[in-house]
């Protein structure tokens, strides 16, 4: 049996219109496809191109940051101890000019410290305000504060460091001082008690010296008035001294207290060295403190016998 089939133009042409137009949709879908696409990637592009911008302008900044900071910066190997980079503050601090120099510096860093500063970013991952000593260009050793953070992705960890030479040095001064204060009440509670002794010595004596008519024993104990009198006036001086109070000063007789100085001193000196007094009878007057002038006489004396080993004439004038 045979089956014809007719189609009819108009058939014919609504057929190839129904494909023409689903041909040109799927097209169109085709065509706002890939555009979406497109569209996606320039977009993605767009991000990516704002964030290494971005990128770019965080990385300049810092990089003004690490140049022109005032405190030394540093990056350090996280695995060694090579400087990678050094700021311009650093390169001062350290008195170089070169990052080569900066590297040799940082070498002669004994290797204990190095091991305990690398130690501590790897399990800790910062330090902060830890000393250690640096050895300049000059050779002079200066005291660092030392701060800083592990980078472990980038393999590096950045340091800043503080000279704090001066502060130390001013520390040490400060200490020196609060020494020297502590050792100005000591002497100053030794020295009221030394003289609470000199007292009843000096007493003694003049009282002993009443009763003696021997011409040599009144001479002693006269003696050993005025050696008391004169540490009383020694301890009283030192005293003045912790408490900052400044010597009274009064005319005295030059000649008279040189003459008093004699008499004392010369009791103390060797046999082998002679003294020749040249003191006039004519009263010479000086302003200054009674203890301390008498402390200079008898130091010049004293510098004066310990010039004559092999003893010789000392002449004392005025």
């Known amino acids: 049996m045979t089956v014809t089939m007719t189609i009819m133009p108009d058939t014919a042409v609504n057929i190839l219109w129904t494909i023409g137009v689903g041909t040109f949709v799927l097209l169109l879908l085709a065509v706002g496809f890939i555009l979406a696409i497109v569209q996606s990637k320039r977009r993605e592009m767009a991000a990516k191109q704002r964030e290494l911008e971005e990128l770019a302008k965080s990385e300049l900044k810092y990089r003004n940051l690490f140049e022109n900071s005032l405190a030394g910066m540093v990056r350090l190997s996280s695995d060694s101890w090579d400087v990678l980079e050094a700021n311009r503050a650093l390169l001062e601090m350290l008195g170089v000019k070169t990052q080569k120099e900066v ?3 940082f070498e002669t860093i004994p290797v204990t410290d190095r091991d305990q500063i690398l130690t501590a970013f790897k ?7 830890l000393e250690i000593t640096v050895r300049r260009f000059d050779t ?3 005291c660092i504060s030392f701060s800083g953070n592990l980078f ?3 393999g590096y960890v950045e340091g800043v460091l503080i000279d704090v030479t001066e502060r130390k040095r001013l520390e040490a001064k400060q200490l020196r001082a609060h020494r020297i204060e502590s050792i100005g009440v000591l002497a100053s509670g030794m020295a009221h008690d030394l003289k609470n002794l000199l007292v009843p010595v000096k007493m003694a004596a003049e009282l002993l010296q009443r009763k003696q008519e021997d011409k040599n ?3 002693m104990l006269t ?7 004169q540490s009383i006036s020694l301890v009283q001086q030192v005293l003045s001294f912790v408490r900052g109070v400044e010597g ?3 005319p005295l007789h030059a000649g008279e207290l040189l003459r008093r100085v004699l008499a004392v001193i010369q009791e103390n000196l060797p046999p082998n060295i002679e003294v020749e007094s040249n003191i006039p009878n004519n009263p010479a007057f000086v302003m200054g403190d009674e203890t301390q002038l008498r402390q200079v006489l008898v130091n010049l004396i004293n510098n004066a016998k310990d010039a004559m080993a092999d003893g010789g004439r000392l002449t004392v004038g005025l």
């Open 152 to 154: 472990a992705e980038k």
């Open 140 to 142: 002079t050793e200066a």
């Open 248 to 250: 009274l000063h009064v």
């Open 123 to 129: 399990n800790q991952g910062t330090i902060k305000n």
């Open 217 to 219: 024993s009144r001479s």
């Open 223 to 229: 003696s050993i008035g005025q050696s008391a009198e």
């Open 103 to 105: 590297r040799q510096i």
